[in-house]
């Protein structure tokens, strides 16, 4: 029989070194430290992929039907991933991400995936599971993930962006996958013009929503400049003139003069919290004012009890039933465009408020409920009015055990303590990437 504790105490020494390793020193370290243990942990060791939760069917809004499988590896999580990683000290885990990166999408152009499986697998069918309730009776259960073969642009944004960060920090030889890459844009030149189904998977039909042009973009502009910064052999003329022509596009078709706001669509009248990377790709500069536009819009539009929805679902874009929380990552992109307006005070406020969204642990959930706190609060200060009504009537009335603070104090772990009623959350805590891990790297990303 193994020797546990002598297995427990190689765990514990292994995760304490490795978390020894990180090279930030910033005051918020021990959350940096957290959300890379967490990066760590949803690592396969054998490929070096990263999944971006390791739970399936966990409802977005309890009762709900966006239930999806997680269970695998996004392109779109590739850069920040990367980021986080070699910022932090990394390189090693940074370089093995890159290097599942660059296998996963050899082939063909066109059979270009979203996400793949731990090891590179494509067929991620999706299928539903009738037998199964579903979590407190979200259903569908399903298996498999139907998007990863949607047509999402803004995927090749994300992947050149990820591969020009490599490149810049060294973490391959400048000329690896340098043919790949022509490839892949010169595949994109053909198809970025093409309706797509977005950054938020949507069901509900293929539009041409301004941030997948804008990745689009993104993907020319950071080829352009590797092959200009190391000389590498490519048809720049022809990729600047196809860049620009991409810039002029979606700044004249996604942009509404008459909000000064650029809409989640061509044509639409519907906001979308995506375009608040604008300034941190650098599409535009954070002082434009069509950037200061957007951003105040979405300040005015999409945001509940100061955090930030994606859209409002009830136009009916993503093909599903309205109704779902605030998505947290969305909230670090406002921070983000604070601190580049130089807006200090603000980005500080937002980035501290979303800390303390933290579970016991320190976990991000993906989405939020900021109105689960407030209707509890309600009913906790109705029923304190009845009782105290009741006591001036002379009769005593049986009501709830009202604790101070409830809501906001946090408790330590200790072994023998009750459990405390929190406010409730999105159940997705491991899908990590998607919450807090890869966004504390955003805040202090580097301009492109």
């Known amino acids: 029989?193994?020797?546990?504790?002598?297995?427990?105490?190689?765990?514990?020494?292994?995760?304490?070194?490795?978390?020894?390793?990180?090279?930030?020193?910033?005051?918020?370290?021990?959350?940096?430290?957290?959300?890379?243990l967490t990066l760590k942990a949803l690592t396969f060791a054998e490929t070096g992929g990263i999944v971006a939760a390791p739970t399936t069917s966990l409802?977005?809004?309890?009762?709900?039907?966006?239930?999806?499988?997680?269970?695998?590896?996004?392109?779109?999580?590739?850069?920040?991933?990367?980021?986080?990683?070699?910022?932090?000290?990394?390189?090693?885990?940074?370089?093995?991400?890159?290097?599942?990166?660059?296998?996963s999408v050899a082939g063909s152009p066109n059979q270009l995936q979203i996400m793949y499986g731990l090891s590179g697998e494509r067929q991620l069918t999706e299928w539903e599971v009738p037998w199964l309730p579903g979590y407190q009776g979200a259903a569908p259960v399903r298996i498999g993930n139907a998007a990863s073969v949607q047509l999402q642009l803004d995927v090749y944004g994300e992947l050149m962006d990820a591969i020009y960060q490599a490149r810049k920090d060294a973490l391959?030889?400048?000329?690896?996958?340098?043919?790949?890459?022509?490839?892949?844009?010169?595949h994109l030149e053909q198809i970025w013009e093409q309706p797509d189904d977005g950054i938020w998977e949507?069901?509900?039909?293929?539009?041409?929503?301004?941030?997948?042009?804008?990745?689009?973009?993104?993907?020319?502009?950071?080829?352009?400049?590797?092959?200009?910064?190391?000389?590498?052999?490519?048809?720049?003329?022809?990729?600047r003139r196809v860049r620009?022509?991409?810039?002029?596009?979606?700044?004249?078709?996604?942009?509404?003069?008459?909000?000064?706001?650029?809409?989640?669509?061509?044509?639409?009248?519907?906001?979308?919290?995506?375009?608040?990377?604008m300034p941190v790709v650098g599409f535009l500069p954070p002082d434009d004012p069509r950037v200061r536009g957007t951003v105040a819009a979405i300040e005015q539009e999409l945001m509940v009890d100061g955090l930030v929805l994606r859209y409002r679902t009830k136009a009916g874009i993503d093909g599903l039933p309205?109704?779902?929380?605030?998505?947290?990552?969305?909230?670090?992109?406002?921070?983000?465009?604070?601190?580049?307006?130089?807006?200090?005070?603000?980005?500080s406020a937002q980035f501290e408020r979303l800390l303390s969204l933290r579970n016991d642990v320190g976990l991000l959930a993906e989405e939020y409920d900021p109105q689960a706190r407030k209707r509890a609060s309600l009913v906790l200060s109705s029923d304190v009015q009845r009782r105290q009504a009741s006591r001036q009537?002379?009769?005593?009335?049986?009501?709830?055990?009202?604790?101070?603070?409830?809501?906001?104090?946090?408790?330590?772990?200790?072994?023998?303590?009750?459990p405390v009623s929190r406010p409730r959350r999105n159940h997705r805590l491991g899908n990590s990437l998607r919450g807090f891990a890869r966004f504390c790297a955003s805040r202090a990303r580097p301009q492109p």
Request: glycine letters at 8%; proline letters at 4%; aromatic letters at 12%.
């Open 322 to 347: 309205p109704g779902e929380g605030v998505f947290l990552p969305c909230s670090f992109w406002l921070a983000d465009n604070y601190t580049l307006q130089n807006r200090d005070v603000e980005a």
């Open 202 to 239: 949507v069901r509900g039909g293929r539009r041409h929503f301004t941030f997948s042009k804008m990745m689009a973009w993104v993907a020319l502009d950071r080829t352009v400049r590797d092959a200009e910064r190391f000389k590498l052999h490519a048809p720049v003329d022809r990729w």
């Open 244 to 277: 620009d022509h991409m810039h002029a596009t979606i700044c004249e078709l996604g942009f509404d003069a008459g909000r000064n706001a650029f809409m989640q669509s061509f044509g639409s009248g519907e906001l979308d919290a995506s375009l608040l990377l």
């Open 172 to 186: 391959a030889p400048v000329e690896s996958g340098w043919a790949q890459q022509q490839t892949l844009i010169e």
């Open 1 to 36: 029989m193994t020797d546990w504790r002598a297995a427990l105490e190689q765990t514990e020494s292994f995760w304490r070194g490795w978390s020894a390793r990180c090279c930030y020193t910033g005051r918020r370290k021990e959350a940096v430290q957290r959300s890379l």
């Open 59 to 103: 409802p977005e809004q309890l009762g709900g039907e966006r239930n999806w499988d997680y269970r695998y590896c996004w392109l779109r999580d590739a850069t920040l991933t990367l980021m986080a990683l070699s910022s932090a000290g990394y390189r090693e885990e940074a370089q093995a991400w890159r290097a599942w990166l660059q296998r």
């Open 393 to 418: 009537a002379g009769s005593a009335a049986p009501g709830f055990r009202v604790l101070p603070n409830i809501w906001t104090k946090r408790f330590p772990a200790a072994p023998k303590r009750k």
